[in-house]
């Protein structure tokens, strides 16, 4: 009697919180589940039978004035038959849920907390407009006494739980069974000891077109099927993460190969009308005496057994799918955020036991100890016996690793995927399928050898030239048409778009995680600001020097080493403000591009952050507009300098992280993964390009020019420096800019 517990409880709260303030009835609203053909039965009385129930037996004034009103959507599939009807049905309980129209619901276990996982989806994103899920649920940990729900199946009880917090209390279990009628030749035969293959095979009448009643067209039936038949024949007995890579790896086309052999033979039915199999579909053969086995839910036995339903004069007897293996369908009763309320209890488990055949919760450890549970087992023995021995396959714990798909997604494409490889027999397919629901793009078997070679190789030649680059800028230093740019600030620019090509290949096929999304955040602030403010710097030199404010720099104010100071100062306080910010207020989780049926790739994202963001955005425009207004200022000295190149550099680096972020979700998914590897490649070119952008052509005319290291000095500029500027400007910034180098000469430390 579980579930009347947990509706007493929840009424409890209910009323403790609102039935003092309103002495009017309360109707309580309960979204559940369409029940299927042979369940619907029991639906007329459903509701009424619940709260009849609850105002005989449960001694509180309160419940007096309640009214339980269970509904279901009308325009819900019962079988899911196409992804759309699944992906409909989610959008729905949202719906309500965001509205608050129901105040309780019932789901199962596949829609509970499916979409959440460490790599979440982009695609149930983007298509249902929303994440976390449970947000909308009412967390029941502090107002439900643990010890009040012990009965519960330790594991049913666990998987209501989310991040140590109850949003979800054990409503009723379900199971696949297999029905037959029993006659003289089933009678006579041990089919707990038949496998898939031997039901195939026995066939008490040879006129009987369908060896099994399966009802291929329903999504959730289809998964259940195919995760028995696995189970049974590949004998899962351990939870281990590398069971999974049977669907990937050297046994899996054996196996893909025999479950298509077995769905072809379950019927004589064509493969694609096959496919389109309803339960009703399935259970009118079985009727018929078209079939000898009808596969049906642990929920049916009470209409097809226990009420001793006849056809043709024979009964019907049930058993285990082969090797007892059989799905279990848990549900949960969630209760809406803005509403305090409680469901499901022994009791009341027992209760719709007897009057609707469902299934408890209970813990079969607790029988000999509790005797509401011993009651369930004396009066369902049957039933009873097959909890006991039934090997329980939790269908969302077999896709479950550190970087699989949300459940929710492979719920949504691997129905019709399994379907496509059935018809079209595209093995290559369905097993990139099941891979990518396990593996990351750049995690995949196939993949691991060539991100090395295709990204780290290149990562170090680039990283080799942009290094030697940096090493002639410094060597060449004093060299009139390298002076003027202050080299030390065009190193440091260089150096971080080195930092930006190093790091590139760590942050996009590494290991995944939280800190490494922190990280990034503020590595890629730092690359930012040694690529920005150096130029920024830069400018600005010439500029004063330009606009005869040449003393601020004879002054010790901005001269190289002063500046620098300047730079590693707002680089501090830039690298400390954003790693409090990434630290305390931002909310980053990891979320992957594609889908199952094309590719994963994990992206870091966060929440909390506009705010921020828009300001440093801000910060950085601002520092670009007043680089671009000196520049715009200096006029044609600008222009013969190449000072537009810094202009050039940082609109062309902007452009293309832009591209970046572009394409990455909207690379061809055919042959995803080499175009992945070019863009990132790409990316490392455009970076090295900038670099020569910047300095390239100034270190090319020194090489096609040479000039002695000793005659720098003597050098007069106006053989190396032709505009059509004033000379006197042009011969005062330029003779201002050598001086006051050669004054720091002594003092000046290597910087870059």
Known sequence: MNTIFNIYSFLTIFFFLIFRCFSEEINIQILVEKPDFINKEYWKTYSSSIENYLKSNINEKAFKDINLSFSYNLNESVGKAEERDYKNDVKYIIEQLKSSTYDMMILDDKFLFSDNSFVESSYIKNTFNVRKIYQFYYDMTKDINKNDVLFNDPKVLKDGYYNEKLYGLPYELDFDLLYYKDHENTNHQNFEKFSWKNLLNWNDEPNKKTPLGLAFGYDDELLNIFAEYTYSNYNFLEEKDTNFEIFYNDTSKELFHSFKEFVSKSSSLPMEKLLNTTIENAYNSFVGDESIFFKGKASHYKSLVQRNKVFNNEKISALLPPNNYSVLIKKYVIINKNIALQLTSKKMQLYKAKQFGSIPTFNIAQRHRDYSIESYFQNNAILGNFLEKMNRIYIKDIFKSRYAAPFMETRLFLPQDLRNYLIQDDLPSIINVFENIKNLVMKRSDHKEISFLFLYIPMIVFTFVSFLVMHLVYKYRKHPNLKVFSPHFCNLVIFGYVMDIILTPYFMIQDNSIFKCQVQYIYETVVTILILLPLVAITFRIYSIYNNKSKLINGNK???????????????????????????????????????????????????????????????????????????????????????????????????????????????????????????????????????????????????????????????????????????????????????????????????
């Open 558 to 752: 901005l001269d190289n080493q002063h500046l620098f100071i300047y730079i590693l100062l707002f680089l501090s306080i830039m690298t400390i403000t954003v790693t409090g910010i990434t630290l305390f207020f931002l909310k980053f989780y990891i979320i992957s591009y594609g889908n199952i049926d094309t590719y994963r790739l994990a992206t870091c994202d966060y929440d909390g952050g506009n705010g921020y963001e828009l300001i440093e955005r801000l910060i950085y425009t601002i520092l670009f507009f007043i680089m671009f207004i000196m520049i715009i200022k200096t006029g044609k000295i600008s222009k013969h300098y190449g000072q537009f190149n810094y202009i050039y550099v940082l609109i062309f680096t902007f452009m293309v992280e832009r591209i970046m972020d572009t394409l990455l979700d909207k690379l061809p998914s055919n042959r995803y993964f080499l175009y992945y590897v070019l863009l990132i490649i790409f990316y490392m070119i455009s970076n090295t390009l900038c670099i020569y952008i910047l300095v390239g052509n100034k270190l090319i005319h020194i090489f096609k020019h040479p000039i002695p290291s000793d005659s720098y000095d003597e050098l007069k500029s106006e053989n190396d420096y032709s505009t059509n500027i004033d000379s006197y400007q042009r011969s005062t910034m330029e003779m201002e800019i050598v001086e006051d180098d050669s004054t720091k000469s002594n003092k000046t430390i290597l910087i870059g």
